[in-house]
């Protein structure tokens, strides 16, 4: 393409490949979230659009996009939007649910990659069975739901201990001039 102002050939990147077909292993992983999970919905058998999805799953389309851009889900792109199908759906409400226990998007990009390494998942990064997969992973939120409880319980404790130090309504008036006293002066 020639930009007429420059008279130079503009370069256009690729664009980003998106993911056109899930492993085997990610797609049992999802299969236990969405037996066990509470609110993953049974996916319609019709597609859905980015918004009505949206209003299906009663979560923000912003939140859609953002779990689309990871490459958590790969919807098929028609026109100028993106159409969900039922295995997209079922995906992408596995990933809402297990946002709202609290990973994270770099968390669920990491696991479903099979990325992760710990004790729970091997020091060579090899896998156990899928629900043990799925088990350790549901672990790892729990200790850093621990953490955060902890946290708040340490905030909750100095605020507590923490004296009251509302001023009296006479003390602000001593502080603060009135409207009248700074006209009159």
Same mark, same amino acid.
């Given at each position: 393409m020639h930009d007429i102002r420059t008279r130079s050939v503009v370069r256009r990147s690729p664009p980003r490949q998106m993911v056109e077909s899930h492993p085997r292993p990610r797609g049992d992983l999802i299969d236990v979230f969405a037996r066990l999970l509470p609110g993953v919905v049974v996916p319609p058998a019709?597609?859905?659009?980015?918004? *009505?999805?949206?209003?299906?799953?009663?979560?923000?389309?912003?939140?859609?996009?953002?779990?689309?851009? *990871?490459?958590?889900?790969?919807?098929?792109?028609?026109?100028?939007?993106?159409?969900?199908?039922?295995?997209?759906?079922?995906?992408?409400?596995?990933?809402?649910a297990l946002c709202r226990l609290g990973a994270?998007?770099?968390?669920?990009?990491?696991?479903?990659?099979?990325?992760?390494?710990?004790?729970?998942?091997g020091d060579d990064g090899s896998s156990r069975s899928p629900v043990g997969l799925?088990? =350790?992973?549901?672990?790892?939120?729990?200790?850093?739901?621990?953490?955060?409880? *902890?946290?708040?319980? =340490?905030?909750?404790?100095l605020f507590e201990a923490a004296p009251d130090e509302r001023p009296s309504p006479e003390a602000s008036r001593d502080i603060r001039p009135s409207v009248s006293e700074t006209i009159v002066k």
């Open positions: 019709t597609f859905r659009s980015e918004t *009505a999805l949206a209003g299906q799953l009663r979560v923000d389309p912003r939140r859609i996009r953002e779990i689309r851009g *990871a490459r958590l889900v790969a919807p098929a792109r028609v026109g100028r939007g993106w159409v969900y199908g039922p295995e997209e759906i079922r995906t992408l409400s596995v990933m809402l994270t998007l770099p968390d669920l990009e990491a696991f479903f990659a099979g990325s992760l390494r710990g004790p729970d998942h799925c088990a =350790a992973f549901c672990r790892r939120l729990e200790s850093r739901m621990e953490e955060e409880i *902890a946290r708040l319980r =340490a905030l909750e404790a």
